[in-house]
Structures are given as structure tokens and as C-alpha cells.
């Protein structure tokens, strides 16, 4: 089993940033994909960003010109760069991970509201 914990979120002002994080205990094999999904209230889960084990982003079109997302192989991490939040952008992110044996993880997600 992969447990995933995430941090960082929290209460934002429009135009403001934020960098969620997120750590992979546990048993796995190795990890290919990890990033992150949100949902907005009422609305369906939807993929922000996920980056695989050569390190290439892969950012949704909505968001690619203020998100960025990292990963650090060492110690099992992925980032997730947030600026110039904007109201949209409240929602619960979850942090995701693949592994190449047991599939996919979920994090138990991380509250990020902008609001002024």
C-alpha cells in the first residue's frame, strides 16, 4: 500500500500563490506518474498536472501558464506551483500516484479556497 500526504493548501487571495506538496510512504515497486487533480464544489474531479518518471510536465491547458509542477525522486515528493490564483481556482486537490505494480494512489486531498 502507498500512503500519500499532502500539504500547502489553505486561504488565498486572488493573484496570490501557493505550492502544495505531497509525500509517498509505504510499499511500492516504483513510482511512474504523480500530480494532481481538483475538484471544485459541484463540479466533477478534473487532471491539473502529472509529471512522469523523465520528468516531463504534462500542465492542463486551463492552468499552464500559472501552474508548475516538480517531483523529486529522492524523496518520493511532486509539487504543485500555484500563482496568480484565481477564484476558479477553489477546489480540493488531490495528489495521485502510479505505481508500476499496484496502480494508482490517492491522497486524502488539501483545501485551496481564494477568496479576498
Known amino acids: 500500500q502507498v500512503q500519500l500526504v499532502e500539504s500547502g493548501g489553505g486561504l488565498v487571495q486572488p493573484g496570490g500563490s501557493v505550492n502544495l506538496s505531497c509525500v509517498a510512504s509505504?510499499?511500492?515497486?516504483?513510482?511512474?506518474?504523480m500530480g494532481w487533480y481538483r475538484q471544485a464544489p459541484g463540479a466533477e474531479r478534473e487532471m491539473v498536472a502529472f509529471?512522469?518518471?523523465?520528468?516531463?510536465?504534462n500542465v492542463a491547458r486551463s492552468v499552464k501558464d500559472r501552474f508548475t509542477i516538480s517531483r523529486d525522486h529522492v524523496k518520493n515528493m511532486v509539487f504543485l506551483q500555484m500563482n496568480n490564483l484565481k477564484y476558479e481556482d477553489t477546489a480540493v486537490y488531490y495528489c495521485?500516484?502510479?505505481?508500476?505494480?499496484?496502480?494508482?494512489?490517492w491522497g486524502q486531498g488539501t483545501q485551496v479556497t481564494v477568496s479576498s
Open positions: 495521485f500516484v502510479e505505481d508500476i505494480i499496484s496502480g494508482r494512489f
Open positions: 509529471i512522469g518518471t523523465a520528468g516531463s510536465p
Open positions: 509505504g510499499r511500492f515497486r516504483a513510482l511512474l506518474d
